[in-house]
């Protein structure tokens, strides 16, 4: 073989790892596979914490059988990070639990997802780990996922910053358009990415199957809000553009973030106080100060240098991180029901196939016994059970790659979890494994749940269908135009194979 012959040879592999690497650090992939994982941990760890507030002091808190001495003997020794070890009064228990809950609120809503995800995953570890005993594997799902939500962009789509960042777009959008006019150009404006029409596409036709006017939110970046335009004010009273100065004022007003800021200066306050006191370990109070400085320092460079390379290079290692989270979520899934599948092969129960037959003569897992007994009646059915589910845990992580098995046992493992939420009455263990399990959805699916979604939202709130000030939607794209190209790259991320 000839020189030439090798190094054709060598070409396609290199282009193929050329364009995967463009890929990962030019796209936070999955946007609506993380924003169905922060939506589905945040509203599990939400209903947990309401369904059990008339116990909570005696699961977590200070005069409960795992008491607060107990505790603080097992954390001086394993090290666990929960900040209901600081003091072990009432008032602070209680404050702590009330922050956990509204973190969890506005994290399921896409409020400053950034910030929510950090008290988010403060309040699932001081809960957790202040009482280590309370929990099952549905809260050990939630403990990791907490964790890595941190590092993923999960509010690009059906979020409130989604929306505020489209708002923002469309005022953006409006102002462009009417300089245009004043100047006598043709058109009227175009977005960030010189695309007519600026903003949000919300009457757009469908292009993959998907009808897009049913899209609750556009898919954007949760944090990536500009501060306001440059003002661009003359001495006579007017901009570059001719407008007034209370037109750009106004358009100032619309787009400028007041409220992150103050967030972030109060949230480095506490920080302060708390590196003061000496209450966290050295690793800790860097893995804080470093989330709170990357924040500022894109807060800043958003501000100063929109389009500059050094917002550019924070874009890429946003990506990167992202991406590398959400591998790691998926390889977590997949290690559970791995792990689950062949240690349940080991069982001599779930060898002769009895195996379910036994939790559903427990007591304490039969919420509804004339329907355990009815299940436990059938000797075929709960053979067919018990082998079912080894079969689909085992083969699962190895069918990632063929979409259509792949689906068909993910839904077959989601109608499981739906039937042990009632038939075994652990709700919460199975919305977390089926939250868990959403990161493997076709965003197709996906898209379509979202349009379902806005289409019920237009039914029940119709006033909702206009602009943010009352003003009709900027009209999008028709059917026979050249699509967005970043609209279509957005469509066909996702994790069908």
Not at 341 to 359: C, E, H, L, M, N
Not at 401 to 410: A, T
Not at 448 to 476: K, N
Request: charged share 20%; hydrophobic share 45%; net charge negative.
């Amino acid at each position: 073989m000839s020189r030439l012959d090798r190094l054709h040879r060598l070409e396609r592999p290199i282009a193929s790892l050329a364009r995967g690497i463009a890929r990962v650090t030019a796209t936070a992939l999955g946007p609506y596979q993380t924003a169905v994982i922060r939506i589905g941990f945040a509203a599990t760890w939400l209903l947990f914490l309401l369904r059990e507030l008339p116990n909570r002091h005696e699961m977590y808190g200070p005069d409960g059988p795992w008491n607060w001495d107990m505790a603080q003997q097992l954390i001086a020794n394993n090290h666990a990070f929960t900040v209901l070890m600081w003091s072990d009064s009432t008032f602070w228990f209680e404050t702590v639990y009330v922050l956990a809950l509204l973190s969890s609120v506005l994290l399921m809503l896409g409020w400053r997802t950034r910030t929510m995800s950090v008290l988010f995953m403060v309040g699932v570890l001081s809960l957790q780990n202040r009482s280590i005993f309370m929990g099952d594997g549905g809260d050990n799902v939630i403990h990791l996922m907490s964790v890595y939500l941190v590092l993923t962009r999960c509010g690009q789509v059906w979020s409130l910053d989604a929306r505020r960042l489209r708002r923002a777009q469309e005022a953006r959008a409006r102002g462009e358009r009417s300089g245009a006019d004043e100047a006598g150009r043709p058109g009227g404006g175009a977005d960030e990415a010189g695309r007519p029409g600026g903003g949000v596409d919300d009457t757009a036709q469908p292009r993959d199957g998907v009808d897009d006017t049913a899209q609750p939110w556009d898919v954007v970046d949760e944090a990536e809000t500009r501060d306001g335009f440059d003002s661009g004010h003359s001495r006579d009273g007017f901009d570059d553009s001719g407008h007034s100065r209370d037109e750009t004022d106004t358009r100032e007003d619309e787009t400028r973030d007041r409220v992150g800021p103050v967030l972030w200066w109060i949230l480095g306050l506490a920080l302060s106080v708390v590196t003061f006191m000496g209450e966290l370990g050295w690793g800790w109070l860097l893995i804080f100060w470093g989330l709170w400085g990357a924040h500022g320092l894109w807060w800043a460079v958003e501000r100063r240098a929109p389009g500059g390379e050094l917002r550019l290079l924070l874009d890429v290692v946003a990506n990167l991180v992202h991406n590398a989270a959400l591998f790691v979520i998926m390889a977590e899934a997949c290690l559970i029901y791995a792990t689950a599948g062949w240690y349940k092969i080991q069982g001599s129960r779930w060898q002769d196939g009895t195996a379910v037959y036994y939790p559903l003569q427990l007591d304490s897992f039969s919420p509804w016994p004339a329907l355990s007994d009815a299940l436990a009646a059938h000797g075929t059915l709960v053979m067919l059970v018990t082998y079912g589910t080894v079969a689909v845990q085992v083969a699962f992580p190895f069918t990632l790659f063929n979409r259509r098995i792949k689906n068909v046992l993910l839904a077959a493992m989601v109608f499981e979890h739906a039937v042990i939420a009632v038939v075994l009455g652990l709700p919460f263990f199975s919305l977390a494994m089926i939250t868990a399990d959403a990161v493997f959805l076709p965003t197709s699916f996906l898209r379509r749940v979202g349009g379902w979604a806005a289409r019920a939202r237009g039914v029940l709130l119709p006033g909702r269908r206009r602009g943010s000030r009352g003003e009709p939607r900027v009209p999008g794209q028709r059917r026979g135009e050249e699509p967005d190209p970043e609209s279509a790259e957005q469509a066909r991320v996702g994790f069908t194979a």
